[in-house]
C-alpha cells in the first residue's frame, strides 16, 4: 500500500497487533474501544496508539474512541488481510514440521503451501497438508504468487539456503536460524532467533525486576 510506505517501520510493526485485538472485540460483540482500552489490552502505551492512528487520519473521535467495525475495516484493507499470501518453508526438521503443523491457523490469510528439504526420508511426503519437495526443485516450484520464505534450517545451511532463494522470485524471508544471512537489496529479512530473545528474557528478569 503506497500510503503504508510513508509510516514509520516501528508502526507498521505494531499494525497486525491492533488488528488481532480488533478482531477479538468485534467477536466479542464490543461496538467501540478507546486508546486506553486498547493500550491496557496489547500492552502498548495510548499515546503511541493515538500517533500510530494518526498517520492513517482521523481514525476515531474525541470523546467517543473508535469505532471498532470501522477500525477492523480500514486495517483489513491496509493489511491486505483480503487476500492470501502463500509462504514456503525451507527445512523440514523438528521447528519446520511445527511450522507446517500449525500453519498460521489464527490468521487465515497466510498459509504454507509448500515446504522444501534434502532428507530424502521426507520428500515426497505430505506434513500438516502441505507437500514437502526436494530442494533441487526449488528454482521450478517457486513463482511469482511467492513472494515469502521461511528458513528454518540448520545455521550452517542459512546463507547457502538464502543464495538459492535469491534466485526465485521470494522478496521476503523470515529467518528462524541464528546466522545473520545476506541478501540482496531487493529481498527483506527479518529474523526471528529463539535463543537470544529468551536470553534476553533472562537478563531482564535479573537485572530490571519489576
Do not use: C, W
Not at 24 to 42: C, D, F, H, I, P
Not at 123 to 134: A, E, R
Amino acid at each position: 500500500m503506497d500510503g503504508q510506505q510513508k509510516i514509520p517501520q516501528a508502526t507498521a510493526k505494531r499494525l497486525p497487533l491492533y488488528y488481532r485485538y480488533l478482531e477479538y472485540l468485534y467477536t466479542s460483540g464490543k461496538m467501540r474501544v478507546s486508546s486506553t482500552e486498547l493500550s491496557r489490552a496489547v500492552k502498548i502505551d495510548s499515546a503511541t496508539i493515538r500517533r500510530d492512528f494518526s498517520h492513517f487520519g482521523a481514525l476515531g473521535r474525541k470523546g467517543y474512541g473508535y469505532d471498532v467495525q470501522r477500525l477492523l475495516a480500514f486495517f483489513r484493507k491496509t493489511l491486505d488481510q483480503d487476500e492470501v499470501t502463500p509462504v514456503i518453508l525451507i527445512g523440514v526438521g523438528n521447528l519446520g514440521k511445527a511450522l507446517l503443523n500449525y500453519n498460521f491457523a489464527k490468521n487465515n490469510n497466510i498459509h504454507i503451501v509448500k515446504a522444501f528439504d534434502t532428507n530424502e526420508t521426507i520428500v515426497g511426503k505430505d506434513i500438516g497438508g502441505v507437500p514437502v519437495m526436494d530442494m533441487d526443485a526449488l528454482k521450478t516450484e517457486v513463482d511469482e504468487s511467492t513472494r515469502v520464505a521461511i528458513i528454518a534450517v540448520p545455521s550452517s545451511a542459512a546463507q547457502v539456503v538464502a543464495d538459492q532463494l535469491a534466485h526465485t522470485p521470494v522478496e521476503g524471508i523470515l529467518n528462524f536460524t541464528s546466522s545473520r544471512i545476506t541478501v540482496p537489496p531487493h529481498i527483506r529479512v527479518h529474523h526471528i532467533d529463539l535463543s537470544v530473545e529468551l536470553q534476553s528474557l533472562v537478563y531482564f528478569l535479573k537485572h530490571y525486576p519489576l
